[in-house]
C-alpha cells in the first residue's frame, strides 16, 4: 500500500491522543488531562476505511504548556504538516473558539493542503450547536466528534477518504516480517540519540532533561533489505522516583514494549557503569524471555580510561558480571553522538536471528547432556537425584522472525533440578551451540507415576439389562437371596 497520511494536529489538550488512539484502533498514544504529554510524531495506520492510510499523533502546539520543549515540538509538527497529504485540525467543542485556534487557522490555510476541521468532544447530540462557532475559521470540511465516546469517528474517516490520494496496489511479494527491536533503559542513557544514529535522522526528540520521550514510539526502518521496526522507549525509572502519573503511564508503555518486541537492545551509560535501575531492566528482560544486545552509549567518553592492555577486557568483563543473568548478551560499545558501532549492533542482530533458526540433533543432544551429567552428577535431594530420560529439541511453534530455542527433557521429577544445575546444564549446550543473545528454555516433562493413567483403579461391573445385555458402563448386576439366605434356584424351562 502507498504512504498516504494524515496528520493530527492543533493546541494542548484539546483531544488529539484520544483522536489518534481511537484511529488507530488501539492505545498508542498516552492520554491525560495535564496538557503538553505528546513530545514526538508518533506514527501508526487506520485500519477503519476501505484501504488503510498512516496517521500522525503530534504536540500541542502554542500556550508554552513544556517550555523546555516548546521548539522542539513546533519542529516535529512542521515535519509532520510537510509529510502529511491531508491534516486534521481539532478543536475543543466545549471550550469554544480561542484565538490559539484562529491562528493556527490561518497557518494551515496557507500550506494549501487539505484540512478537515475536528470538534471534538461533541459526546452528545445537543450539544452540536456549540460546533457552530467554529465555521468562523472558514473551513468548508467540518465535523463534529467525540474521540473519548467513539461518536462519528467513521464519517470522519469517510470524509478522509475522499480527501486522500487514491490507493496504489502494488504486487504481493513474500517481505520477510519486521523484527520490532525495543530500546530500552534509565533515562537519559541516550535511546532516543542511539535511534537517530541508527536512522541518521532527528526522528525522535533528544535532551538533556531525563524523561524526554514520553510515548512508545514504533519507527519502521530497513536496513540492507531486512525490515527492522526500533521502539523507542520512555526511559524506566524505580518506582520511588516516578513524580507524576504521566510518567507512571510513560513506564508502563515501555515495559509493554519489552513484552511486545521480538529483540531487545539494553542502552548502558558506559561513563557511568552499570547502576541498580540497570540491573532491574535487565531483570524485566530476562523474566519476559526476550533476546537481547546489551549497548554501552557514551563510550567516547571512557575511551581514553582503557587504552591500556587489558583495561577494556576488564571493563566489558566487569559490565558482564553485573548482568550476570544475561550472559547470553553480547555487550557492544556505541557512541549515538559519533554514530560509531551502529553497524556492529546490527550484525549481532543479524547473527541472533540466524542462531535462533538453528537445531541441535536429537542423537548429539541426549549425547551432550548425558555426559555432561555423567561428568557432575545432579545433587542429591531427600534421597533421590534428577535423571534425565529423554532429550529434544522443541518444533518451532511460532512465526516470531526471532523464535527462542526450547529444549524438552523428560526427567524422573522435576522437582529435583535445580537452578544452579540447569545453569550448569545450559553453559555446556552453549559451548557447543552459543545460541547468541538468546535465552535457553528448558521444559521438564516427569514420567507418570504407576497408576496413574487409570491401571490401578478398578473398574465399574456392567448391570444386566431385562433381556440379560450387558450395559457398557453400568456395574454388574448381584442377584438377591431369600429369606433363609439361600439364592433361589431357577426352574429348568420345558423342553420341546
Known amino acids: 500500500m502507498p504512504e498516504r497520511t494524515l496528520a493530527i494536529v492543533g493546541r494542548p489538550n484539546v483531544g488529539k491522543s484520544a483522536l489518534f488512539n481511537r484511529l488507530a484502533g488501539r492505545k498508542i498514544s498516552i492520554v491525560h488531562d495535564q496538557p503538553g504529554v505528546t513530545r514526538d510524531r508518533i506514527a501508526s495506520v487506520c485500519k477503519l476505511g476501505n484501504y488503510p492510510f498512516n496517521i500522525l499523533d503530534t504536540g500541542g502546539i502554542g500556550t508554552n504548556v513544556d517550555a523546555t520543549f516548546s521548539e522542539q515540538v513546533h519542529i516535529e509538527v512542521d515535519l509532520a504538516i510537510e509529510t502529511a497529504d491531508v ?25 494549501g493542503k487539505p484540512v478537515i476541521l475536528v470538534v471534538n468532544k461533541i459526546d452528545l447530540e445537543q450539544h452540536s450547536p456549540h460546533a457552530a462557532e467554529f465555521s468562523k475559521l472558514g473551513f468548508e470540511n467540518q465535523i ?25 496496489f502494488e504486487e504481493a511479494t513474500d517481505q520477510k516480517p ?64 516516578v513524580s507524576d502519573s504521566v510518567e507512571v503511564f510513560s513506564v508502563m508503555r515501555s515495559e509493554s514494549s519489552i513484552r511486545r518486541a521480538d529483540l531487545c537492545l539494553l542502552v548502558l551509560d558506559a561513563s557511568v557503569g552499570v547502576t541498580m535501575q540497570d540491573k532491574k531492566i535487565a531483570g524485566l528482560i530476562h523474566e519476559a524471555r526476550k533476546p537481547c544486545v546489551i549497548a554501552l552509549n557514551k563510550w567516547d567518553l571512557v575511551r581514553a580510561q582503557t587504552k591500556e592492555e587489558g583495561a577494556l577486557k576488564e571493563f566489558l568483563e566487569e559490565v558482564q558480571s553485573q548482568l550476570f543473568f544475561l550472559n547470553y548478551a553480547p555487550v557492544l560499545l556505541a557512541s549515538a553522538k559519533t554514530g560509531a558501532e551502529m553497524t556492529r549492533i546490527f550484525k549481532s542482530i543479524e547473527r541472533i536471528q540466524r542462531e535462533s533458526q538453528e537445531r541441535i540433533g536429537t542423537g548429539p543432544l541426549n549425547r551432550l547432556l548425558s555426559d555432561s551429567m555423567a561428568k557432575h552428577p ?63 528454555l528448558f521444559h521438564l516433562r516427569p514420567r507418570e507415576a504407576k497408576g496413574k493413567s487409570g491401571g490401578s483403579q478398578s473398574k465399574a461391573v456392567p448391570r444386566r439389562n431385562g433381556r440379560g445385555a450387558s450395559g457398557g458402563s453400568q456395574s454388574k448386576a448381584v442377584p438377591r437371596r431369600n429369606g433363609r439366605g439361600a439364592v433361589p434356584r431357577r426352574k429348568p424351562e420345558a423342553k420341546d
Open 87 to 111: 491534516l486534521l485540525l481539532v478543536v475543543d467543542g466545549r471550550q469554544g473558539l480561542t484565538p490559539l485556534d484562529e491562528d493556527l487557522g490561518r497557518r494551515l490555510r496557507r500550506i
Open 144 to 168: 463534529a466528534i467525540s474521540a473519548e465516546h467513539n461518536r462519528a469517528i467513521l464519517p470522519l474517516v469517510a470524509w478522509a477518504e475522499r480527501l486522500l490520494p487514491a490507493p496504489v
Open 178 to 241: 519486521a523484527v520490532k527491536i525495543a530500546i530500552v533503559g534509565r533515562p537519559n542513557v541516550g535511546k532516543s540519540s542511539l535511534t537517530n544514529a541508527i536512522l541518521s535522522d532527528q526522528r525522535t526528540m533528544v535532551s538533556d532533561v531525563a524523561g524526554t520521550t514520553r510515548d512508545a514510539i514504533d519507527i519502521p526502518y530497513e536496513r540492507h533489505g531486512n525490515p527492522y521496526l526500533l521502539i523507542d522507549t520512555a526511559g524506566i525509572r524505580a518506582p520511588s522516583k
Open 378 to 440: 545432579a545433587p542429591i535431594q531427600s534421597g533421590r537425584r534428577f535423571k534425565m530420560l529423554y532429550a529434544t529439541q522443541a518444533e518451532m511453534r511460532t512465526r516470531s522472525p526471532i523464535p527462542i530455542p526450547e529444549l524438552v527433557l523428560f526427567c524422573n521429577d522435576e522437582k529435583l533440578l535445580p537452578e544452579s544445575y540447569r545453569r550448569y546444564l545450559e553453559a555446556q549446550v552453549r559451548e557447543s551451540h552459543p545460541f547468541t543473545g538468546l535465552p535457553l
